[in-house]
C-alpha cells in the first residue's frame, strides 16, 4: 500500500490549496478514504472522509463549508479541495485508509496559511 500527497506550501489567509493523495497497492475503488491533519504539539484529528464510491461524505466542524472532499477512481486519487484557509489550518496533511483493521498512512504535506 502506497500512499502519496502533494500539493502542500504557503497560502495567505483566504486562499485556496488543492490537496491530492496517490494511491497504489490496493483495490482503491473498495474503500473509504480519508484526510488526517496533524498541527504542531497537536493530536492528529479527521478532516473530512469519502465512501468507496463518493456518494457520502463527512467533514470536521472546523472545516465544513471550506473545504471539499472528492475521488476519482478511475486514477486512483483522492482531493481535498481547500478555500477561505485560515492560520489554523496550518498542518500537516495525510492521506489514510483502513484495510482489514489497519491504518495505512501517506508522508504528509505540509499546508502554511500565514501573510
Known amino acids: 500500500v502506497q500512499l502519496v500527497e502533494s500539493g502542500g506550501g504557503l497560502v495567505q489567509p483566504g486562499g485556496s490549496l488543492r490537496l491530492s493523495c496517490a494511491a497504489s497497492?490496493?483495490?482503491?475503488?473498495?474503500?473509504?478514504m480519508r484526510w488526517y491533519r496533524q498541527a504542531l504539539g497537536k493530536e492528529r484529528e479527521l478532516v473530512a472522509a469519502?465512501?468507496?464510491?463518493?456518494?457520502?461524505?463527512n467533514y470536521a466542524r472546523s472545516v465544513k463549508g471550506r473545504f471539499t472532499i472528492s475521488r476519482d477512481n478511475a486514477k486512483n486519487t483522492v482531493y481535498l479541495q481547500m478555500s477561505s484557509l485560515k492560520p489554523e489550518d496550518t498542518a500537516v496533511y495525510y492521506c489514510?485508509?483502513?484495510?482489514?483493521?489497519?491504518?495505512?498512512w501517506g508522508q504528509g504535506t505540509q499546508v502554511t496559511v500565514s501573510s
Open positions: 489514510n485508509v483502513r484495510l482489514f483493521g489497519d491504518d495505512y
Open positions: 469519502i465512501s468507496s464510491y463518493g456518494s457520502s461524505t
Open positions: 497497492g490496493f483495490t482503491f475503488s473498495w474503500y473509504d
